[in-house]
């Protein structure tokens, strides 16, 4: 993120201008970023992650760009909970369904994360998210619950995801049509403490997160990718988008003890409410990982209503 005293240029991204670190990889390589540089960075374990993922050239409502955005050092933790099913179609679109556990019960997620070297620099992000079923035709199989509940492959619906920088903004809501804007966002993640903060608009707390890291296991690259599906309205029409993570050093825990979760006044905290959460049933931790962000493209999604 630029610093008062750092140095900012301008770029373009389908008409709007937005400003980004001088001399940072998005100011030099345009999303074409080299991998050889990247690897000599101190805090990024390694690209072969990234050397088996061609990008390719696609045009986008940002203008063209090319795909996936590479990010090569992440860290993330995500709150699981609770939640009744009749809550959550209150909150999703009349042709998604949420992912139910049990009878009734359903999935939502209070997700941060913290990109210390990406293709678009440094940025912290925010979700509240519901897991819901695969948009595609057919029954829910026995599979897609299993990996959606081991965090594998979820599919999601987002209600909020507040970033801290302008270029983040910018793509996410106009390239991916996620709900994004920008607000004062702190996220601090290692092997002991794992804390965030997301300012409202008048200052003060929207939602905070101060917990225990559960204790890590190192994975080899490539041993551990997890996939997201994320569900987004573009102009009237459906899309996907995938995210998939290269988990490197990652924990869990089944207990809520020592995870203290502070919903307070904003969008976020409006968001969580509306969903009447039960109680917290999981929390992972990623310290160290990357990821491969797709651009979104066309999906059909079946009517449920």
């Known amino acids: 993120m630029p610093t008062p005293q750092q140095d900012t240029a301008e770029v373009d991204l389908g008409g709007r201008t937005v400003t980004v670190p001088k001399g940072g990889l998005y100011d030099r390589y ?12 101190p805090r990024v374990s390694g690209v072969d992650f990234f050397r088996r993922l061609p990008k390719t050239k696609v045009d986008s409502p940002i203008g063209a760009t090319l795909t996936p955005n590479f990010y090569y050092r992440i860290s ?3 709150i699981t909970m609770l939640a009744r099913s009749r809550t959550i179609r209150t909150r999703l679109p009349g042709e998604l369904a949420p992912l139910e556990i049990a009878p009734g019960l359903g999935l939502i997620s209070v997700m941060f994360f913290r990109y210390d070297v990406c293709d678009i620099d440094f940025y912290t992000e925010a979700a509240v998210g519901i ?23 979820l599919d999601s619906y987002v209600l909020s995801l507040p970033v801290s920088t302008e270029i983040a903004q910018v793509r996410g809501h106009t390239g991916y049509g996620f709900p994004k804007w920008v607000t004062a966002l702190d996220v601090d993640i290692d092997a002991a403490r794992t804390t965030a903060h997301v300012a409202n608009d008048a200052g003060g707390t ?39 993570t290269n988990v490197l050093s990652a924990g869990t825990t089944r207990s809520a003890r020592g995870v203290a979760l502070q919903v307070g006044e904003g969008r976020m905290a409006d968001d969580l409410r509306s969903l009447s959460p039960i109680r917290t049933i999981q929390f992972d931790v990623v310290t160290e ?17």
Do not use: C
Request: charged share 20%.
């Open 30 to 41: 345009r999303m074409d970023t080299d991998l050889d540089e990247v690897a000599r960075d």
């Open 76 to 78: 993330t933790a995500r």
């Open 289 to 305: 990982g990357q990821l491969a962000l797709h651009m979104p493209v066309p999906t059909s999604v079946q009517s449920r209503i």
């Open 206 to 244: 929207d939602l905070s997160l101060r917990a225990t890291t559960p204790a890590q296991t190192a994975y080899p690259s490539g041993r551990r990718v997890s996939s997201l599906t994320s569900y987004t309205s573009i102009e009237g029409a459906w899309h996907s988008t995938l995210s998939q």
């Open 131 to 153: 897991a819901v079923k695969p948009a595609r035709h057919g029954r829910l199989g026995f599979f897609d619950l299993v990996a959606g509940l081991k965090n594998e492959h």
